[in-house]
């Protein structure tokens, strides 16, 4: 098992930057894959970004790349992601999620955190 607290959220205006993070705990991150989704109102999961634990190898939404970066702190047990120029689409519950692969299916990943709110104004 494990467990996912993010934190981070808030609202911030358009252009603002903001860093999400996620602490894990229960077991050990070590061959497993962890990744951002975001739920806007009225839509589907959707894929963000993700980051393979043991290599640092990366993915991101083409909607993000460029604007994003997901990162992680081995020491830390914790995963990041960095928000820039964000845009009133980016509004939405981001939640973090950890895999044993790499998948940009939201129904594959194995355990889900409870989710922070952003809120891009403009």
């Not at 609202?11 to 894990?24: I, T």
């Not at 993000?64 to 997901?70: H, N, W, Y």
Request: glycine fraction near 10%; charged fraction near 15%.
């Amino acid at each position: 098992q494990v467990q996912l607290v993010e934190s981070g959220g808030g609202l911030v205006q358009v252009g603002d930057s903001l860093r999400l993070s996620c602490a894990a705990s229960g077991s050990t991150l070590s061959g497993r894959v962890m990744g951002w989704f975001r739920q806007a109102p009225g839509k589907e999961r959707m894929f963000v970004a993700a980051i393979i634990w043991n290599s640092g190898t990366t993915y991101y939404a083409t909607s993000v790349k460029g604007r994003f970066t997901i990162s992680r702190d081995h020491a830390k047990n914790t995963v990041y992601l960095q928000m820039n120029s964000l845009k009133a689409e980016d509004t939405a519950v981001y939640y973090c999620a950890s895999n044993k692969v790499y998948t940009s299916s939201t129904s594959s990943w194995d355990f889900w955190g409870q989710g922070t709110q952003v809120t891009v104004s403009s």
